[in-house]
């Protein structure tokens, strides 16, 4: 990819525009990807998202093969339900990956990429994210709650062989 694509914005559907940001975390010992949903207002009034949107999404190699997923388990608790109002011409960012469950060490040579209910264990390459986030009709929401999908740009995600190494 020529352009950084964790700065591009979707296309704007229905007032926002959305984008995903994907940050290394070392846990120590374990490894992961953090994913957040960063959702801007470019309307004219409030609207509410909810922090638990409907994520769908794909991971690709660089010859543009899906990556297969892993099988691991997820436990813990889930985050809450919550609203969060988003200001016209401002942004929020929330955070969309799953963090809970086994998440592999640097001896396994992988790093955790967990979001849309798939998990993904990532050795040293490049790859890239495609998704979107559904946001659904909640009946006990408030009245400015945004219904919609955004279609969010693809993200490359990169895994070193520093990131995976030993001491």
Same mark, same amino acid.
């Given at each position: ?6 700065? !591009?914005?979707?296309t704007k559907t229905?007032?926002? $525009? +959305?984008r995903?940001? *994907?940050? =290394?975390?070392?846990l120590? @010992?374990?490894?992961?990807h953090?994913v957040h949903?960063?959702?801007r207002?470019?309307? =004219?009034?409030p609207?509410?998202v909810?922090?638990?949107?409907k994520i769908s ?10 990556? @297969?997923t892993?099988?691991s388990?997820?436990? +813990?608790?889930?985050? #809450?339900?919550?609203?969060?109002v988003? &200001? ?5 960012g929330?955070r *969309?990956d799953?963090? /809970?469950?086994?998440?592999p060490t640097?001896? !396994? ?6 979001i849309g209910?798939?998990r993904w264990?990532?050795? &040293? ?7 979107s986030a #559904? =946001?659904?009709s909640d009946?006990d +929401? ?8 955004? !279609?969010?740009?693809?993200?490359e995600? #990169? *895994?070193?062989?520093?990131? $995976?190494? /030993?001491?």
């Open positions: 990819m020529s352009k950084d694509s964790s700065k !591009q914005w979707s229905d007032r926002l $525009v +959305g995903l940001l *994907v940050v =290394f975390e070392d120590r @010992p374990g490894l992961r953090a949903l960063e959702i207002n470019e309307g =004219f009034d609207v509410a909810i922090n638990q949107p999404c794909e991971v690709y190699d660089v010859s543009g093969t899906p990556v @297969p892993l099988e388990s997820a436990n +813990g608790p889930r985050q #809450v339900r919550q609203w969060c988003i &200001p016209t011409d401002a942004y929020a929330i *969309v799953a963090q /809970t469950g086994s998440v640097r001896q !396994q040579g992988m790093v955790l990429l967990a209910g798939r264990g990532l050795k &040293p390459g490049t790859y890239l994210l495609k998704a #559904v =946001f659904n009946e +929401g408030p009245a400015n709650q945004w219904v919609g999908e955004l !279609q969010l740009p693809p993200v995600v #990169v *895994v070193t062989q520093e990131m $995976v190494a /030993t001491d």
